[in-house]
């Protein structure tokens, strides 16, 4: 599924700048973060760690000086920020910060003209008092460029993009992989196909009048499913998706997207969706509604990723394992999915099992809970080799599954500068490595463990906060299962309090009088107004 550069795309776009008198002007903005509705947690403007100006284009390598989407326009940055997926954005943090990315838009308005924009985004955040808060967000930052500015937006297919979201947009992406190992990819191709719509087509910005926009067909798929059942490695996703880079080969076509959707978010946009963008009506209409039908013929099929159990059980089949290391994956608490990562329901159950009540028992890791400043502060002025008794660890958030942990045990590690953890630390307890945090952190790579003198390599028991195994993970798992726990991202759907989403839809509704409308909306481009369609679902 690779996208890149063409030797035609620069020839054009070189050809398109010798007969223009300047470059098109690209700004980029946005916000992103999975905010589970589930969890107690909450988001603030901190969490996105945001990066301003120049600091946006240096973080991106397709942007660097000497590539070919550098010289095709000058970029500025505005501000963009992504946090680690958790709970809900506090409204306050929201407002703080989609108030500095329009100051900072019409600074840049006041220097140059605006002729497109890159809008990095997820799709899957949730404001305090706000519905779909990405199409708010680019609401205003439209109200600053106006709404002939080509805003170009790259997704997690792990968004949930409503048709207001489309209209707002005038090109739209999304990342194709689960695990997601075309991020930079799905970005690369955002900005490829803003500068080709700016220069490229006839009418462009660098040229005379305005850029010539493709057309938009958007279908809504009434099917809500955890991103552990619509893994790309496995069937039917892995078809799915395949089908993408046919569909997008045709010359009328522009763009596929297609987006499996957030789980724990609770809003009226939750569920799956397909976008075609391209120049020919007839044939981004059928090629979306291919992709729709595909989707929902297979929906009784997705299944999890992995084998899949209580936690007694994954325990007990990787004891019973002839292989190692074995994964468990603690999935109802995973904070890459925006569970909170401090509850201690699955601690708990492994520290009552007899099995690794002596140090001689089998050897598992355990990452890992955020325990706060406090615990944290009592493991540094230890030290290293010390035996410590801690009280109040974990669920400082969380709570609701299980209270704080008391734990006893000797100190083998301790690592400060995390940008995540910022401090870590593990904890030995019979035979358990405990990793503890002074604020939550995702373990993906072997790297987050050996930097602790952790070997996971050599541990008959891995049991890590996460749904589906990153790539590391998962080349370096012998076996692997996924226990059904509690958290804000529990993956038991059907026994969560949605109560917004809508209905009927995929796995609540299991009986249907008749097929869903699968037909393709056309949406227009934000320089024209939006209306009910048909009285179709909007």
Known sequence: MASSVTQDDVNNWSVRMRMSSKKPVIVIAGLGCESSAFSPA???????????GDEIIDANDFLQEGTDLRAAATWYGALTGHALPGGIVTRSGFEALAAEIVERLQRIKHQTAIDGLWYDIHGAMTVEGLDDAETELLRRIRAVVGKSVVVSASMDLHGNVSRDLVHQTDLITV???????????????????LVKVLIEHPGGTASTGAPVLPLKAWIPVPVLLAGEQTSTRVEPAKYIYDTVPQIEALPEVLDVGVWIGYAWADEPRNRAAVVVTGWDR????????????????????????????????????????????YFISDSGDNPTAGGAGDVTWTLQQLLNRPEFKDASGPKLIYASIPTGGRVINTIQEAGIGATVSLSNVGAQTDNLHAPPLTLKGKISAIKTGDPDAVTEAVLQVGSLSIILTELRKPYHHEHDFTDLGL???????????????????????????MALTPGGVDQNLEGLEYKRIMRPMWPFDRVWRSRPDLGARIVPPPTCSLDVEDGREN
Request: hydrophobic residues 40%.
């Open 282 to 325: 007839q044939t981004v209409e059928r090629s979306a509604e291919r992709i729709a039908n595909l989707l929902w013929d297979a929906h009784a099929e997705f299944d999890f990723v992995a084998p899949t159990g209580t936690l007694e059980e994954a325990v007990n089949a990787a004891l019973d394992s002839k292989v190692n290391p």
């Open 42 to 52: 909450r988001t603030e403007a901190a969490a996105f760690h945001p990066r301003r």
């Open 175 to 193: 990342y194709r992989t689960a695990p997601h190992i075309d991020e930079t990819e799905t970005k690369h191709r955002a900005c490829r196909n």
């Open 455 to 481: 070997q996971p390599r050599r541990a008959d028991v891995v049991v890590v906060k996460i749904g589906y195994l990153e790539p590391e993970l998962y080349e370096m798992a012998a076996d692997w299962m």
